[in-house]
C-alpha cells in the first residue's frame, strides 16, 4: 500500500502471481526491524479491527493513538496511515529490539514487504489479476538470501490472501472512484461516513444498532445476526453499504414509509 511515486530504491516492474524472487528475513540479518522505521503504511480495515483487537481498545481509540488520517490521492477518498514515534528514526509504535510486538497481528503492507500491491495506486490493477511491484531498498539484506517464492507463495506464507480477501469491498470502492473524473467530488459527510464504516468498526456498528438505520434499510433477519456478532461480516456489510451509498450498486432496499416520514420530518 506504499505509494511507488514517494518512496526511493522502487523498481517500477509489474509482477504477477506466478513471478519468482529471492528472499528471506530472520532475526539474525544485520538490517532486523530497519524496515520498520520511517515507513508510509496504509492500514486496511481489517488491519485495523485486528489491531485494535490486539491491543484491548475500541476502534475509536485506536485511530486516535495510532493512526493519522489522510486523503487517498486522486481518489478524494479518506485513508488512515499507521502514526509513526516522533523519535529520529521515526520508528513503527510497534517496533521492538526482538522484532514486532503485534506480529501475528501485523498490517497488510508489513505482511506483503518486500513486495508492494498497486491496487490503490495504479488504475492498470482494474483487471484484477493483481499487480506487484519490488520494494528493493538498499538497507534491505533480505535480497542475498537463497530463499526461492513466487508471489502465490509468498502471499499464502504471508496470510495476505485471506487479509485481501477480508478487504476486497474496500478495495474495490477505492479503485472504482479512481476511474472516476478528478472533479466529481464527494461531499465532507460522504467521506465521513466512508471513514466511519471502513475505519470506525464500533462506531459503525453502534450507527447500524443503535440509530433508525435497521428501519429505514430492509435488512434479512440472518445478516442481522451475522453483522451482531462478527467483525468480518460487520466489515463486509459496511463495504456493501457503501458500494450502493457510493455508486448506486448493489441490493440495498430502503423502506420507503420510514423514509418519506424522513423526508417530512426534515421539511
Ligand atoms: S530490512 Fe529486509 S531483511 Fe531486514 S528485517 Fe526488514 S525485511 Fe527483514
Ligand atoms: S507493525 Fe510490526 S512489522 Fe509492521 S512496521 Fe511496525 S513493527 Fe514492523
Known amino acids: 500500500m506504499e505509494f511507488p511515486e514517494n518512496k526511493a530504491g522502487i523498481q517500477p516492474v509489474r509482477f504477477?502471481?506466478?513471478?519468482?524472487?529471492?528472499?528471506?528475513c530472520h532475526k539474525e540479518v544485520r538490517c532486523f526491524t530497519k524496515c520498520c522505521r520511517g515507513i508510509n503504511i496504509i492500514l486496511t480495515p481489517y488491519d485495523i479491527v485486528q489491531l485494535k483487537n490486539r491491543l484491548g481498545i475500541s476502534s475509536g481509540e485506536f485511530l486516535a493513538i495510532y493512526t493519522v488520517p489522510q486523503l487517498l490521492e486522486?481518489?478524494?477518498?479518506?485513508?488512515?496511515?499507521?502514526?509513526?514515534?516522533?523519535?529520529?528514526?521515526?520508528?513503527?509504535?510497534f517496533v521492538r529490539d526482538d522484532g514486532c510486538l503485534v506480529y501475528e497481528n501485523r498490517p497488510t503492507t508489513c505482511r506483503y514487504y518486500p513486495l508492494g500491491v498497486a491496487s490503490l495506486s495504479h488504475k492498470e490493477d482494474a483487471d484484477g489479476e493483481g499487480f506487484y511491484f519490488f520494494v528493493d531498498e538498499p538497507h534491505c539484506l533480505g535480497f542475498e538470501e537463497d530463499?526461492?517464492?513466487?508471489?502465490?507463495?509468498?502471499?499464502?506464507d504471508q496470510g495476505v490472501d485471506i487479509q485481501d480477501?477480508?478487504?476486497?469491498?474496500?478495495?474495490d470502492l477505492i479503485v472504482r472512484k479512481r476511474s472516476f473524473p478528478a472533479n466529481v467530488q464527494l461531499t465532507e459527510k460522504t467521506k465521513k461516513m466512508f471513514f466511519t464504516t471502513c475505519y470506525d468498526i464500533d462506531?459503525?456498528?453502534?450507527?447500524?444498532?443503535?440509530?433508525?438505520?435497521l428501519k429505514l434499510y430492509q435488512v434479512d433477519d440472518k445478516?442481522?445476526?451475522a453483522i451482531?456478532?462478527?467483525?468480518?461480516?460487520?466489515?463486509?456489510?459496511?463495504?456493501?453499504w457503501m458500494k450502493w451509498v457510493l455508486y448506486k450498486i448493489g441490493d440495498f432496499t430502503i423502506n420507503s414509509e420510514v423514509a418519506q416520514k424522513r423526508q417530512e420530518r426534515k421539511k
Open 203 to 213: 462506531q459503525f456498528k453502534e450507527f447500524v444498532f443503535e440509530s433508525s438505520f
Open 147 to 156: 530463499k526461492e517464492w513466487t508471489v502465490k507463495e509468498w502471499r499464502k
Open 223 to 225: 445478516t442481522i445476526q
Open 74 to 93: 486522486k481518489t478524494d477518498l479518506p485513508v488512515v496511515t499507521l502514526k509513526l514515534l516522533d523519535d529520529e528514526q521515526q520508528s513503527c509504535p
Open 16 to 24: 504477477g502471481p506466478e513471478s519468482g524472487f529471492k528472499f528471506k
Open 165 to 171: 480477501e477480508i478487504n476486497a469491498g474496500w478495495t
Open 228 to 240: 451482531r456478532n462478527d467483525e468480518v461480516a460487520l466489515l463486509d456489510f459496511g463495504f456493501r
